[in-house]
């Protein structure tokens, strides 16, 4: 059976919220009413209601309060949405602490460390019964491959001396990465991950910050696997 307040919402051609209906003055479908909606409703049903059965008090204190509490959990999630995008963002400001470090990431180009030589890693995308690293040289020369052998999946790394395969010293670079992977069905999807230096950092179009790595250009910091 329909309260006072309901027969006021329906003669006013609006329904409780979960519901829709069209209006007679707009002739739209209503949504969930906010505070101002309630105040406007609450004053008709005073206005029209019967001087000889008037709305029962505890009845009108528990609307009010359903009003309230709805609002008030509404403000509440709109709060917390922000807090939570806030805490799930990285600033520009806290980005400009990775200028000066190295990174891990996904990259065919590398720099010889000062102390010689260089560390990377393989990204597999499935188990491997076989992997391998080959190092080259700007001009496309072969001058290292490294056998890593059977490996699971995720990511392997791998250290070079910075000597060819024939003893040499293989010079300061860059030098081009290459990996290969294969597994019992076949090939296993393997992506070169190299550390590169953080040169500078911006904000890309999305306005989250992206860095600067030399041989590699810009990447975004969800790109990074590891910091050093």
Known sequence: MMTDFDTTLASLGIARSGTSTTTAAS???SSDMDQADFLTLLTAQLKNQDPFDPVDNSEMVAQMAQISSSSGISEMNTTLKAIADK????????????VGKTVLTAGDTAYPRTSGGLAGAVSLGGDATQVSVT???????????IDLGAQDAGAVAWDW????DSGDAAGDGPF?????????????DATPLVW???????????GTPVLTLPGIGQVPLSAVWQVG
């Open 27 to 29: 002739n739209t479908s």
């Open 87 to 98: 805490l799930g963002t990285t600033s520009l400001g806290d980005a400009i602490g990775y």
């Open 135 to 145: 190092i080259q040289s700007s001009t496309g020369e072969t001058l290292k491959t």
């Open 161 to 164: 001396d910075g000597t060819t």
């Open 176 to 188: 081009t990465i290459k990996v290969t992977a294969t597994g019992t069905d076949g090939s296993v």
């Open 196 to 206: 590169a230096p953080v040169t500078t950092v911006s904000l890309g179009t999305d």
